[in-house]
């Protein structure tokens, strides 16, 4: 139940250091730098090694064992931003952006209200000086100041704190280009400086006038405009990742043993209490259900609409919903143990983690601020050394300071990321991090295990065939009893189809001693004093003399059936055949990943007639049969020698090496620990069109994040030098700035419209 949860600690370079794994929530960051600067001061803490993600406001911190929390958030609070422990187990469904959105909407409507009239009267003062009256200048200033102080305070608060730490942000950008652009407004107003007249309107919106109070509250303005929408775009990021945190059930109904029921918190649950669930309330863990019968909504673990009924013995999964009857259910994980759990987990650590792309922007931001300041002081002093006009100068200036913006290089990667794997989870598909992502781009060849991949996993006995000398019933009880030691599912069909037949054989069966399970080979015990084999032909008995067992062999073959020989004592006695129904949308995924022109292979450990009438049925030529574990493995490296880039999909203990060995991993989330432990990509649903879903989810998130991260650098790279010749006016450049941050995000959105059709 919890493989999901225990696959999600850390990565596996990372169990073997004596580290703890701390996760912070941290308030007050503005931009990248802001993330950055966090970062290397705690990287400089002895025995620390910390990421911060912007997008997601997480620090992620591993740490010495004897580290302390409260340490790490102090560190971060000498920064000037505030730093709290992240709640274990969970999300906090607080939506920290939708209250900033909020905050910055009160000084952004404030702003302006009083920027309008104030940017009239500049631009009129500026270009028919003979409309200035008495005290026009005090009418000016009274409009600015609130404009430039308290709503440009979120600004300067941040700036303040910078200094104080010898650093600089976006908001130093900000704060010393709305301080300046006001001093300099001050001086000409009230200082004796006249200011330049302009012929025309349009040269004096796109020139540089000297009466700057409309450019200092128009960047105060648009810059608040920007980070207001920004804020609410990533709270509508977030979202997927709260509705998950929201489905876990609150409160519990424990059934005491005397019958009544007593509501409990459900973070109080106990393994192996029993409790209630009625219809329409949530399973609050993973667990047995000991009584009742139900369907339960399973579309917010599976992305699957179609309810599915439960019955006593059958598992369930925290956080689903039950649409009908009264379940009485066994705890089995609860908490942080719990499916759940561990999705919820997993998105977030999808999210905090960090591209190569996103890495490059954080070192370009951390070092942008200081060389935008230099560029602006050196693009003042060669206007004036050129002859410019002191305005003139003072504005091309300005103009790199407010144009100048990290902020979107910090927000290219980790928005869509959060976006997607938020949306990845509300249709099945659960991204361990970046890697899934970078490795999807050059994706070519899917391969595909056969058993409980391509097939249901389900295997039933379909016939079984005594050697001479023997009967049928014999043969399926000594290989059911040996078999009945093993978790391989042909091992599990055969143990269960001797209950079928004779349900009173398991109380009389004699126990199996000596067993032993050779990986890709078969079993082999003693029963009674037997030595008992059963497993492949090839291994059994490589060369059959019994015209009996060969035919029937053939004939099963070729009805893509699996079959084990039985051996007894060194005698061949006899032949089972057992049948697993391929899934009714395994042919649909293969014929769509051929559409999108991928390479497919079947590769198991099933016999070439099995795997070949197997691979006919779902549209895939490429079959690779009789393979044992470490051959998958081969197999796949073969591929990749040949340029081929390789995602592997499979769910049982023998697909792990492979999905590690991989360059992408796909794992079907009802499988094994070890696959889903080795996998990039967990695949929750049955359904098999979740296979080309996962691949085109991960391809349009690096097309969302490539075209933010050219946006960002093309938008950078042009727009510095195009302040730097005098062409933009300040308050233009503020416009521009908020919008570049503005696309970036609105821009990885769209990913939550991506599959509408699926849910």
Same mark, same amino acid.
């Given at each position: 139940?919890?493989?999901?949860?225990?696959?999600?600690?850390?990565?596996?370079?990372?169990?073997?250091?004596?580290?703890?794994?701390?996760?912070?929530?941290?308030?007050?960051?503005?931009?990248?730098?802001?993330?950055?600067?966090?970062?290397?001061?705690?990287?400089?803490?002895?025995?620390?090694?910390?990421?911060?993600?912007?997008?997601?406001?997480?620090?992620?911190?591993?740490?010495?064992?004897?580290?302390?929390?409260?340490?790490?958030?102090?560190?971060?609070?000498?920064?000037?931003?505030?730093?709290?422990?992240?709640?274990?187990?969970?999300?906090?469904?607080?939506?920290?952006?939708?209250?900033?959105?909020?905050?910055?909407?009160?000084?952004?409507?404030?702003?302006?209200?009083?920027?309008?009239?104030?940017?009239?009267?500049?631009?009129?003062?500026?270009?028919?000086?003979? !409309?200035?009256?008495?005290?026009?200048?005090?009418?000016?200033?009274?409009?600015?100041?609130?404009?430039?102080?308290?709503?440009?305070?979120?600004?300067?608060?941040?700036?303040?704190?910078?200094?104080?730490?010898?650093?600089?942000?976006?908001?130093?950008?900000?704060?010393?280009?709305?301080?300046?652009?006001?001093?300099?407004?001050?001086?000409?107003?009230?200082?004796?400086?006249?200011?330049?007249?302009?012929?025309?309107?349009?040269?004096?919106?796109?020139?540089?006038?000297?009466?700057?109070?409309?450019?200092?509250?128009?960047?105060?303005?648009?810059?608040?405009?920007?980070?207001?929408?920004?804020?609410?775009?990533?709270?509508?990021?977030?979202?997927?990742?709260?509705?998950?945190?929201?489905?876990?059930?609150?409160?519990?109904?424990?059934?005491?043993?005397?019958?009544?029921?007593?509501?409990?918190?459900?973070?109080?649950?106990?393994?192996?209490?029993?409790?209630?669930?009625?219809?329409?309330?949530?399973?609050?863990?993973?667990?047995?259900?000991?009584?009742?019968?139900?369907?339960?909504?399973?579309?917010?673990?599976?992305?699957?609409?179609?309810?599915?009924?439960?019955?006593?013995?059958?598992?369930?999964?925290?956080?689903?919903?039950?649409?009908?009857?009264?379940?009485?259910?066994?705890?089995?994980?609860?908490?942080?143990?719990?499916?759940?759990?561990?999705?919820?987990?997993?998105?977030?650590?999808?999210?905090?983690?960090?591209?190569?792309?996103?890495?490059?922007?954080?070192?370009?931001?951390?070092?942008?601020?200081?060389?935008?300041?230099?560029?602006?002081?050196?693009?003042?002093?060669?206007?004036?050394?050129?002859?410019?006009?002191?305005?003139?100068?003072?504005?091309?200036?300005?103009?790199?300071?407010?144009?100048?913006?990290?902020?979107?290089?910090?927000?290219?990667?980790?928005?869509?990321?959060?976006?997607?794997?938020?949306?990845?989870?509300?249709?099945?598909?659960?991204?361990?991090?970046?890697?899934?992502?970078?490795?999807?781009?050059?994706?070519?060849?899917?391969?595909?295990?056969?058993?409980?991949?391509?097939?249901?996993?389900?295997?039933?006995?379909?016939?079984?065939?005594?050697?001479?000398?023997?009967?049928?019933?014999?043969?399926?009880?000594?290989?059911? !009893?040996?078999?009945?030691?093993?978790?391989?599912?042909?091992?599990?069909?055969?143990?269960?189809?001797?209950?079928?037949?004779?349900?009173?054989?398991?109380?009389?069966?004699?126990?199996?001693?000596?067993?032993?399970?050779?990986?890709?080979?078969?079993?082999?015990?003693?029963?009674?004093?037997?030595?008992?084999?059963?497993?492949?032909?090839?291994?059994?008995?490589?060369?059959?003399?019994?015209?009996?067992?060969?035919?029937?062999?053939?004939?099963?073959?070729?009805?893509?059936?699996?079959?084990?020989?039985?051996?007894?004592?060194?005698?061949?006695?006899?032949?089972?055949?057992?049948?697993?129904?391929?899934?009714?949308?395994?042919?649909?995924?293969?014929?769509?990943?051929?559409?999108?022109?991928?390479?497919?292979?079947?590769?198991?450990?099933?016999?070439?007639?099995?795997?070949?009438?197997?691979?006919?049925?779902?549209?895939?030529?490429?079959?690779?049969?009789?393979?044992?574990?470490?051959?998958?493995?081969?197999?796949?490296?073969?591929?990749?020698?040949?340029?081929?880039?390789?995602?592997?999909?499979?769910?049982?203990?023998?697909?792990?090496?492979?999905?590690?060995?991989?360059?992408?991993?796909?794992?079907?989330?009802?499988?094994?620990?070890?696959?889903?432990?080795?996998?990039?990509?967990?695949?929750?649903?049955?359904?098999?069109?979740?296979?080309?879903?996962?691949?085109?989810?991960?391809?349009?998130?690096?097309?969302?994040?490539?075209?933010?991260?050219?946006?960002?650098?093309?938008?950078?790279?042009?727009?510095?030098?195009?302040?730097?010749?005098?062409?933009?006016?300040?308050?233009?450049?503020?416009?521009?700035?908020?919008?570049?941050?503005?696309?970036?995000?609105?821009?990885?959105?769209?990913?939550?419209?991506?599959?509408?059709?699926?849910?």
């Amino acid at each position: 139940m919890s493989a999901i949860a225990r696959s999600v600690t850390a990565p596996a370079d990372e169990r073997s250091l004596p580290l703890q794994r701390v996760q912070l929530d941290v308030g007050g960051m503005s931009c990248a730098a802001c993330a950055k600067r966090i970062e290397r001061a705690l990287n400089r803490l002895p025995g620390v090694r910390a990421s911060v993600n912007f997008a997601t406001r997480v620090a992620t911190i591993d740490a010495a064992e004897d580290a302390q929390t409260a340490a790490l958030c102090e560190a971060i609070q000498r920064l000037g931003y505030r730093a709290e422990p992240r709640v274990a187990g969970g999300v906090d469904e607080g939506d920290p952006d939708a209250d900033h959105a909020r905050y910055l909407l009160i000084r952004l409507t404030v702003a302006a209200i009083l920027f309008v009239p104030l940017a009239d009267l500049s631009v009129m003062f500026a270009v028919v000086p003979d !409309t200035r009256f008495s005290g026009w200048g005090w009418v000016l200033t009274a409009l600015a100041l609130p404009v430039v102080t308290w709503a440009a305070w979120p600004f300067h608060r941040i700036a303040l704190q910078n200094a104080h730490s010898g650093s600089a942000s976006m908001e130093t950008l900000i704060s010393v280009g709305i301080t300046a652009a006001t001093l300099w407004s001050l001086y000409t107003v009230f200082g004796g400086h006249r200011p330049a007249e302009r012929s025309g309107m349009w040269q004096a919106l796109l020139g540089s006038d000297a009466i700057y109070f409309e450019v200092a509250a128009g960047v105060t303005v648009f810059v608040l405009a920007g980070r207001f929408f920004e804020a609410r775009a990533k709270s509508k990021a977030g979202g997927a990742l709260r509705a998950l945190a929201a489905l876990s059930a609150k409160d519990v109904a424990v059934l005491q043993p005397d019958g009544s029921e007593m509501v409990i918190p459900a973070d109080e649950l106990k393994e192996q209490h029993r409790f209630v669930v009625r219809p329409g309330q949530t399973i609050a863990a993973d667990g047995l259900v000991v009584e009742g019968s139900a369907a339960v909504d399973m579309s917010a673990m599976t992305g699957e609409a179609k309810p599915l009924r439960v019955d006593p013995g059958a598992k369930v999964i925290g956080g689903t919903a039950v649409l009908d009857g009264r379940l009485i259910v066994e705890a089995a994980a609860v908490g942080a143990d719990t499916q759940f759990a561990g999705m919820v987990r997993l998105v977030e650590q999808a999210q905090v983690q960090k591209a190569n792309a996103q890495r490059l922007a954080d070192r370009i931001a951390s070092v942008f601020v200081p060389c935008v300041f230099a560029i602006a002081v050196l693009t003042t002093v060669g206007w004036l050394i050129a002859g410019g006009e002191l305005d003139r100068a003072f504005s091309a200036g300005l103009a790199v300071l407010v144009i100048a913006c990290p902020c979107a290089l910090g927000l290219a990667t980790p928005t869509a990321m959060m976006v997607a794997s938020g949306r990845g989870a509300q249709l099945g598909i659960f991204l361990k991090g970046y890697r899934s992502l970078e490795a999807t781009r050059a994706v070519d060849t899917v391969v595909f295990d056969k058993t409980g991949t391509l097939t249901t996993g389900q295997l039933t006995v379909s016939s079984v065939v005594a050697a001479p000398g023997w009967h049928v019933d014999q043969v399926l009880e000594l290989a059911a !009893t040996v078999e009945a030691a093993s978790e391989h599912a042909v091992a599990l069909a055969i143990a269960a189809s001797i209950l079928v037949s004779n349900p009173v054989s398991k109380a009389r069966r004699e126990p199996v001693v000596d067993f032993r399970a050779v990986a890709g080979r078969g079993v082999c015990g003693t029963v009674a004093g037997r030595a008992v084999r059963v497993g492949k032909p090839s291994w059994i008995a490589s060369s059959c003399n019994s015209a009996t067992l060969v035919a029937a062999r053939r004939n099963a073959e070729s009805r893509g059936e699996t079959t084990v020989f039985v051996e007894v004592d060194g005698e061949l006695c006899g032949l089972i055949a057992v049948a697993d129904a391929v899934k009714d949308s395994a042919a649909d995924a293969v014929a769509a990943l051929h559409d999108r022109g991928f390479r497919t292979v079947l590769l198991t450990g099933d016999n070439p007639a099995s795997a070949a009438a197997v691979g006919a049925r779902v549209g895939i030529d490429e079959v690779i049969a009789d393979i044992l574990p470490e051959g998958k493995v081969d197999v796949i490296e073969q591929l990749r020698d040949h340029g081929r880039v390789v995602a592997m999909v499979g769910d049982g203990i023998n697909d792990g090496p492979a999905l590690a060995c991989a360059d992408l991993g796909m794992a079907i989330g009802r499988g094994t620990d070890v696959a889903i432990s080795a996998a990039d990509i967990i695949l929750v649903r049955d359904n098999l069109d979740v296979v080309p879903l996962a691949l085109d989810l991960a391809a349009a998130t690096m097309r969302t994040i490539r075209m933010n991260m050219v946006w960002a650098f093309g938008y950078n790279i042009a727009a510095v030098p195009i302040a730097a010749a005098g062409l933009l006016n300040p308050v233009v450049a503020g416009a521009a700035m908020a919008f570049s941050s503005f696309f970036v995000v609105s821009n990885s959105l769209r990913l939550r419209n991506f599959g509408s059709r699926y849910g």
